[in-house]
């Protein structure tokens, strides 16, 4: 195998490179935060394996298959982030895979969040057809769905690639980035048109959903607080939403750091990292399972590994309405 490296256009960021002590401390910082976060995540997934009231509700199934979307997308960027600093540059077929998953699981968030937010406006405002509409096997077919539009904006890219670059580029090493392996023009408009497309869908949903809940409440004249934390659910979303939008817009925001910040690049890219490959990722626990009351009666002695037993039956309230 030819392990040379092929010539390729590599980012403005191969220029700038770490001490070795900053490079330790920015890799230990970034592993001790994915191995934390992973680690609630995954107790959130065994929590719902372990109890029937959460995997036979659609909304539990949809937020389980978020966390594990995360979870998925956070050992991708973190593998690149090491191998990065290790290697500096990895074996294309190696990188290619990664990216694709990472590409992949990019695009499931937002799509997953517009579907919640669907699921928490049948409960609240057509609540007497919830049961008809959400079914279990509509959620997994939706879950389904949800990857066959990421594998439609993902694929075309690497059947590009296939077409037109050299067979030896799968057996060279590069620096593994996306815009490095996918750089061929037409999948960089591509990129750029799917973005739009799926933000504005997305957005046009929770907008929706959003004032669906609101004029319901309104004409409802509710004085309790179902419908309000209905409403700040969906408000949830749009936050999180903004904040993978951070990750569509990094392109973009990685050259105006150059510019910017040319004598600290490195460190507002590292900045930059964080702020859209980890925050992101600590939040979807803390909001959807830690603040859920019903998830979070059952999570507890998991995530402390105690012995205490959750109570054998929670309250009958919509889960989407019981986040505070």
């Not at 980012?11 to 890799?27: F, I, L, M, P």
């Not at 392109?251 to 105006?256: G, M, R, V, Y």
């Not at 490195?266 to 925050?279: D, E, G, T």
Request: proline residues 4%.
């Amino acid at each position: 195998m030819n392990s040379s490296s092929y010539d390729y256009n590599v980012s403005s960021s191969v220029g700038y490179r770490d001490s070795a002590s900053t490079a330790v401390a920015k890799n230990v910082m970034v592993l001790a935060l994915g191995l934390t976060i992973n680690y609630i995540n995954g107790t959130l997934i065994h929590t719902f394996r372990k109890h029937q009231i959460f995997y036979v509700n659609p909304r539990y199934i949809l937020f389980t298959h978020l966390v594990l979307n995360d979870m998925i997308q956070l050992t991708a960027t973190i593998n690149l982030f090491v191998l990065s600093y290790i290697f500096y540059k990895i074996n294309a077929s190696l990188c290619c895979f990664i990216i694709t998953f990472a590409a992949f699981t990019t695009l499931n968030t937002p799509l997953n969040l517009a579907v919640m937010a669907v699921e928490c406006y049948i409960a609240v405002c057509l609540p007497l057809r919830h049961p008809q509409l959400c079914t279990i096997k509509r959620t997994y077919i939706l879950i389904g769905c949800i990857w066959a539009l990421s594998a439609l904006s993902v694929l075309p890219d690497i059947f590009l690639v296939l077409a037109t670059e050299p067979l030896r580029l799968f057996y060279s090493t590069i620096f593994c980035e996306r815009d490095n392996l996918f750089r061929h023009p037409i999948s960089l408009e591509k990129r750029d048109f799917s973005y739009l497309i799926y933000l504005s869908g997305v957005w046009l949903t929770l907008i929706y959903t959003y004032f669906r809940i609101f004029f319901a409440a309104k004409a409802a004249n509710s004085v309790d607080g179902n419908i309000k934390k209905a409403r700040n659910t969906i408000l949830l979303h749009g936050f999180q939403l903004m904040l993978s939008m951070l990750t569509f817009l990094a392109p973009l925001l990685k050259t105006a750091l150059v510019n910017w910040f040319p004598k600290y690049y490195i460190q507002a890219l590292f900045v930059w990292y964080i702020l859209i490959q980890i925050f992101p990722r600590f939040i979807s626990p803390i909001v959807y399972g830690l603040r859920d009351k019903t998830f979070k009666q059952y999570l507890r002695k998991y995530l402390l590994c105690t012995k205490k037993k959750a109570p054998k039956r929670p309250g009958e309230t919509h889960p989407c309405i019981l986040l505070q």
